[in-house]
């Protein structure tokens, strides 16, 4: 078994000016979703959701707001999964709701050393 | 009570008390010392009640026995002055010990025993044969039957245990900040194992069963009446235990056999018990930690509306998602499927069971078998006879039968 960190990218301002309704629906399908990975027991760490906005720091102490200045998709969160190989993993991503949303899940094998 | 009945109740009742105040007292060396003493005091009792008759109060009347043997034995063996004393160089020198059996003595001596039961040296399945010896007065037949092993087994297996405990040399001391902070864990996980014993276990249908889950609630009221041990997670716990136990009455028929959850009687549930559950649920709601207990209390407690509803099921299907995030069990993950079933729907929940592959656990092909029921009846049967071949019980077995008969008249 190998460990996988999917992350979770999406237009999040955007999406945060949806209808309540349309957020607790959202988050269900996330729960059940993540419920479903645990239950096969390949969750590895539930991972974490990310506030928006933040700050990047660059050489030569330049700061700046948030990640997003120039792209409208940002990074919204992480779990870390653990399976046979990255197809398997890769199968798992296709069932994520971020596409509900025009996201995108990026899953990158964890390195050992 | 007639005296046939009587001991074999005080047994259950007295022995693990005295036991307990007497390893609190001799410590964790001389554990066997006050087994072999309060066994012999019920001997005596068996003896003299038959001859002259019981004795207005049984219980103290042990005690003052149990009191008088330890002194006799103390003084023919002069251990106290030889070991003893060394090993608690601090406890002033005394011949005629107080051997206190006080009501106050007997819940701390117990609640000690407890923490010592439950060391982390000790693996799991002996914890459980301890906590079922020493906290719960069972016999090691009865400890085999629950086990559904022999009794040669559990006796090496507490035996292996005691002596790890005396290796290690693990003081029997009333849980300090420390103690609670390294130990609550696993004390709450061997109570909740316990309580799982009697509740769950696959040794059919034995009166031992409710005993064992009695005593897992009993010991949990000893946890909550000590400020340092009564903790949010301890109350999730009693909740728990509450509400599973509130349908004691309803699970099982005359003849002892399961009912299952929805084919029950809903007018046999026992609401005090639902109410004292949730009077804990909401006690376990201070403070920010979230354990395990409190999802599977949620879980329980949803599991006490008689309804069959949407709102219900949702609910339940959120706490084993969270469960599962948690700690992954594969008890857990199958009843989120029957879940995802009620709250979303048939289809999706076949799709995420299939992706479960737990091929060797019958209940994979009872949960698939119910899914397909209405889908394909036929496949349902399959399944269901699968089931049956690689159970493990006969109480399970014959549940799966029931389960294909019913079945086969519906369609």
């Known amino acids: 078994m190998k460990d996988f960190l999917l992350l979770f990218r999406a237009d999040y301002v955007e999406y945060a000016k949806r209808s309540p309704e349309e957020l607790q629906s959202m988050t269900k399908k996330w729960m059940d979703w993540i419920g479903g990975i645990a239950a096969q027991n390949k969750l590895a760490d539930r991972g974490n959701r990310l506030e928006t906005g933040g700050r990047v720091i660059r050489s030569g102490n330049m700061i700046t707001d948030g990640p997003f200045c120039e792209i409208k998709e940002s990074l919204g969160g992480y779990i870390v999964i653990k399976t046979a190989s990255i197809d398997e993993a890769t199968e798992i991503a296709l069932g994520c709701p971020v596409y509900q949303i025009g996201g995108s899940v990026e899953v990158r094998e964890i390195s050992l050393m | ?411």
């Open chain 2, 1 to 411: 009570m007639d005296q046939q009945e009587l001991i074999p109740h005080l047994f259950r009742t007295e022995y693990s008390k005295i036991i307990a105040v007497l390893c609190s007292h001799f410590g964790i060396n001389y554990i066997e010392v006050a087994e072999d003493i309060v066994s012999d005091t019920f001997l005596t009792a068996a003896e003299l009640w038959g001859i002259k008759g019981i004795p207005e109060n049984p219980a103290a009347w042990l005690y003052t026995v149990a009191k008088n043997k330890t002194r006799n034995y103390l003084k023919r063996h002069q251990l106290f002055e030889k070991k003893i004393v060394t090993d608690f160089k601090n406890q002033p020198m005394d011949t005629d010990p107080d051997i206190d059996l006080s009501t106050t003595a007997i819940a701390d001596s117990q609640l000690a025993m407890i923490f010592t039961v439950c060391h982390p040296s000790v693996s799991e399945e002996a914890q459980i044969a301890l906590a079922l010896s020493l906290l719960c007065g069972f016999g090691v037949q009865e400890i085999a039957d629950a086990f559904l092993t022999n009794k040669e087994t559990v006796y090496k297996r507490l035996k292996r245990a005691k002596e790890k405990l005396r290796e290690e040399n693990i003081a029997i001391a009333p849980p300090s900040v420390r103690m609670v902070a390294e130990r609550m864990e696993t004390v709450l996980t061997t109570l909740y194992l316990l309580f799982n014993e009697g509740y769950y276990s696959v040794s059919g249908d034995h009166p031992l069963k409710k005993d064992c889950c009695m005593e897992a609630m009993r010991l949990c009221l000893l946890l909550l009446g000590n400020p340092l041990t009564d903790t949010p997670a301890t109350n999730a716990l009693m909740a728990l235990m509450c509400f599973h136990a509130s349908r004691f009455e309803a699970r099982t028929n005359s003849k002892g056999e399961i009912i299952l959850y929805e084919d029950q009687d809903t007018r046999l549930w026992n609401k005090d018990l639902v109410e004292k559950g949730i009077f804990y649920l909401n006690c376990a709601a201070n403070g920010s930690q979230l354990s395990k207990f409190h999802l599977e209390a949620g879980i329980a407690y949803w599991h006490t509306h008689p309804e069959d509803n949407k709102e219900k099921w949702e609910a339940i299907l959120q706490l084993y998602n969270k469960l599962l995030m948690l700690e992954y069990t594969p008890v857990a993950a199958l009843n989120r499927t029957y879940a995802l079933a009620k709250a979303n729907s048939i289809e999706e929940a076949i799709a995420e069971a299939e992706k479960l592959q737990l091929t060797d656990n019958h209940f994979y092909f009872v949960l698939l078998g119910t899914l397909y029921e209405h889908l394909d009846p036929i496949k349902a049967k399959t399944l269901l006879q699968t089931a049956k071949e690689i159970a493990r019980s006969e109480s399970d077995r014959q549940l799966i039968q029931k389960k294909i008969a019913e079945l086969g008249e519906k369609h």
